[in-house]
């Protein structure tokens, strides 16, 4: 992991760093990507992103709770791919990814996904973590599979999201193959 100043995770493929001012425009081309607009049924405006953007460096900054928002870059290069979160409350936590269209099915998701598992369990002490995925989005469900998340339920309310969770000890067992 990085010094205080600059926290970032990484391993072989990618890197983990926090979110910061100067990545307000990868920020809002990740979520208004075309390409994604079939999984999110909406479109995002631009003052909706900036006030989300903004809210997201606070949480960065604010180190007595562990809510994090971070820049994916390809790990050699630090090319931008993609934007990954965390948030921890008490035990519990649930994790986001979202990875630039044209950089999915790469390796880039299940990368992602194992570092924040790494920091939910052996960094920040989490118990249990969930994380949610559009109902029908393969490739995230797929990941969460090899990892050992299981499979929850379906919102109703919530566009029909998925919710997956895994546990401390199913992640140890996973880790180690």
Request: proline content about 1%.
């Amino acid at each position: 992991m990085g010094n205080s100043d600059q926290f970032y995770i990484k391993d072989d493929l990618v890197c983990l760093r926090l979110m910061e001012l100067s990545d307000l425009d990868f920020y809002v081309s990740v979520y208004q990507d075309p390409q994604m607009y079939h999984l999110w049924q909406k479109k995002f405006n631009l003052v909706a992103l900036t006030k989300a953007f903004h809210r997201s460096i606070k949480h960065n900054q604010d180190n007595s709770k562990v809510k994090k928002v971070f820049v994916v870059t390809k790990n050699q290069c630090c090319e931008q791919v993609g934007v990954a979160s965390i948030k921890i409350d008490n035990s519990s936590g649930e994790t986001g990814v979202i990875i630039k269209s044209e950089y999915q099915r790469n390796g880039f998701g299940l990368s992602v996904k194992r570092l924040l598992l790494k920091l939910a369990f052996d960094v920040f002490g989490s118990s249990v973590l969930s994380a949610q995925c559009h109902h029908g989005n393969r490739p995230i469900i797929s990941i969460n599979k090899k990892l050992g998340y299981e499979y929850e339920s379906t919102s109703e309310n919530n566009r029909g999201l998925e919710i997956w969770s895994i546990n401390k000890q199913k992640y140890q067992q996973t880790k180690l193959l």
